[in-house]
């Protein structure tokens, strides 16, 4: 079956730095998505991808569509304590081929930012 | 409404008890998804509704667990006889793909489930 994998796993950096995580796939996928989760709060969706190379910002975000379609990449620029969470990548494939398109999620990557 | 919407916010239940958690999608969303979240884990996937077509159920752990969606809108998940390894916080999303079958799909809160 379709397998996310999504890395790293967790990470603690220092205020200002940038931070960069990956998700890569078993299998092609048309739409990518990145999330952020906070504690007790359900996933936020903070940047879709529907196109292979394409590459979205949204303010300090900015993430990439693989060209190969089973990768994607999420960038954070200049990170603040308000960045803490937990990332997730999610990927989503056709519709046929055996595949009902449901979406499919990375396991997450921590983010700790130390002021 | 505004946002998905999911209750009870909280439940806790006996072990062997039955529950039902319910999801209010964003109005006219066609496509509703159903995912297990365990205390620091990333997101299971459970069950996928997408219009009139047959539900995706290869997510869901066992016959204890089902889910139905009536109307096209609301979607209740229920567990039967509850075990304590069900406990977790159990999310759903709602979405509304297009033609080309993009989609931006949005979380609820959650429903955090504690068996004792």
């Known amino acids: 079956g379709q397998q996310l994998n999504q890395s790293p796993q967790s990470m603690f950096i220092q205020e200002g730095e940038d931070v960069s995580m990956n998700c890569t796939s078993s299998?092609?996928?048309?739409?990518w998505l990145w999330y952020k989760q906070d504690p007790g709060e359900g996933p936020v969706l903070l940047i879709a991808?529907?196109?292979?190379?394409e590459l979205t910002s949204n303010g300090r975000l900015t993430a990439q569509f693989g060209i190969t379609r089973k990768d994607s990449f999420l960038n954070i620029s200049a990170s603040i304590p308000s960045d803490v969470g937990i990332y997730f990548c999610?990927?989503?494939?056709?519709?046929?081929?055996?595949?009902?398109?449901?979406?499919?999620f990375g396991q997450g990557t921590t983010l700790q930012v130390k002021p | 409404g505004a946002g998905v919407s999911q209750s009870p916010s909280n439940k806790v239940t006996e072990k062997g008890k039955d529950v039902e958690l319910r999801c209010d999608p964003i109005?006219?969303?066609?496509?509703l998804y159903w995912y297990r979240q365990s205390l620091g884990q990333g997101l299971e996937f459970l069950i996928y509704?997408?219009?009139?077509?047959?539900?995706?159920k290869s997510g869901l752990p066992s016959d204890r667990f089902s889910a139905e969606r009536t109307g096209g809108s609301v979607s209740t998940l229920t567990i039967q006889r509850t075990q304590q390894e069900d406990s977790a916080v159990y999310l759903c999303?709602?979405?509304?793909?297009?033609?080309?079958?993009?989609?931006?799909?949005?979380f609820g809160q959650g429903t955090r489930l504690t068996v004792v």
């Open positions: 299998s092609i996928f048309n739409t």
């Open positions: 999610a990927g989503q494939g056709n519709h046929g081929s055996g595949n009902t398109g449901k979406l499919i």
């Open positions: 509704f997408q219009g009139n077509s047959a539900p995706d």
């Open positions: 109005s006219g969303h066609t496509a």
């Open positions: 999303a709602s979405s509304l793909p297009t033609l080309s079958g993009n989609t931006e799909a949005f």
């Open positions: 991808l529907y196109k292979a190379g």
